[in-house]
């Protein structure tokens, strides 16, 4: 009735369990490769779970897998502590592997969401029953080897930030320096520096004011183009005047009838008209002469300026070259605030990570010292464990020594009971001879008897015939 129960509630477990059932073959080709190793990897096999599970293979499987997660060996399965009075302690060697592996089982089991493991499990398992326990078991290795590689890849990360961090310090120490040698200015130049400065600033001065005066100077230039041109609109409309009244006097010329009076006054206003117009042209000539005059000090004003312009882009090279020093500056202070900013922001993963890091060195410290209290308790318990082994070893011992006196006294007793063995053979064979002896006298008596009563029946018939 007992395994009956136990297929019902592991065929329930598969209905309701969390974790998925895998094939036997998939079972053994795992356990073969996470878990088992060398001779015993090679002759686990197919067999050892289905049709029929074996006991001891599945208890070695159950030992190794204990061994893996706990570093639980196989061989402390066998030192239980027990207590000095028990009677006739080699009875527990055979239940004390059993009764560990069920114990830690039990504990380790729920955490496979297997919650009814039984002693029935080892000693006496099922196939439907092993292949789900042992599935549970795979499916909590596979996640427990998935966790192992995130924590691993968080580690490897981890150490790559610290990495680049010392890195990015090491830029930004560098930058700084850089940045300090391109703003300091050595002792040795800083009277050169000091004299480019002044002479940058009386040129630029000068160059502001030669600017001014051609500035002026052009505004003159243009003013007189405009009375130029003024001018000679003006002379072109003269001589077109001219030309017109030429005509008109050829035209008067050839219609002139009137008296010469007349001619003469209109003689001497044309002369007069002409002197004008002569005057003008000359006073227009000596506007010219001086326009030129103006044009070519402009030209020299021009070359000048060429070379002050030359100067001036000289100087702006120098310039565009202190600029791009400055922009170099400026954006290496750039990169300093944002490797700053990236500083402080590993900073502050550093300290995350640190103070996640004094969370876990604080566990470990704390499961150290449990650990370490547990060996002690271990360690004590094995002191007592060999302690009782000491006085269980003389027990036996002595019970050696009693069972080899049992033994010389059961050999002295058997001896005895030969030697009475054989008296009571010779005996028996003196009473067989005795026996036989009076058997055969029995039977001579009663030989004698039955011929006695054969002789006195006759002779009883022959007095009843003679009577």
Known sequence: MSDQQCERDGA?????????????????????TEVLSGQEAKHFTKNDITPAPKPESIQRLYMRVLQLLFRFRPECHYTVPLCENIQYPMLYEWVTPIMSVYMRMCQFLPLCHVYDFS??????????????????????LHFRKQRLEVTSAHQQSFRSDMDRLQAYTREIKEA???????????????AEAKELAAVLAELTANTQ???????????????????????????TQRKVDVATLKDEIAKLKSQIVESPEELKNEMEKMKENVKSIRMSKELADERLVELQMLVQCASQVESEIQVLLKQLQDLQSSMCKTNQQKEEVQSLAAMNETLQKELKSLSSEEAQMKRALAMKLD???????????????????????????DKIHQKREEFVKMIEESNRETKQFKEKMQKLREKCNQQT??????YDRLLTTLEQYNNR???????????????????
């Open 119 to 140: 002693l029935n499990d080892l000693l006496n398992p099922k196939s439907k029953r092993t292949i789900t326990i042992l599935s549970a078991i795979q499916n909590f």
């Open 176 to 190: 700084e320096r850089k940045i300090e040698k391109l703003t300091t200015i050595p002792p040795e130049q800083q």
């Open 363 to 389: 566990k470990e410290s704390k499961q150290q010292i449990r650990r370490q209290k547990k060996k002690e308790v271990k360690d004590q318990q094995v002191k007592n464990i060999y302690g009782q082994y």
């Open 209 to 235: 004011h030669e600017y001014q005066d051609a500035n002026a100077i052009n505004e003159k230039v243009a003013q007189c183009k405009t009375e130029v041109a003024e001018m000679s609109q003006k002379l």
């Open 449 to 467: 008897i039955e011929s006695i009563v054969v002789e006195t029946n006759a002779d009883t018939l022959k007095m009843k015939s003679h009577f």
């Open 12 to 32: 329930a477990g598969m209905n309701e369990n969390t974790f998925p059932v895998y094939k036997v073959d998939t079972i053994v080709q795992f356990y073969r």
């Open 429 to 434: 064979q003196k009473a067989q001879e005795f």
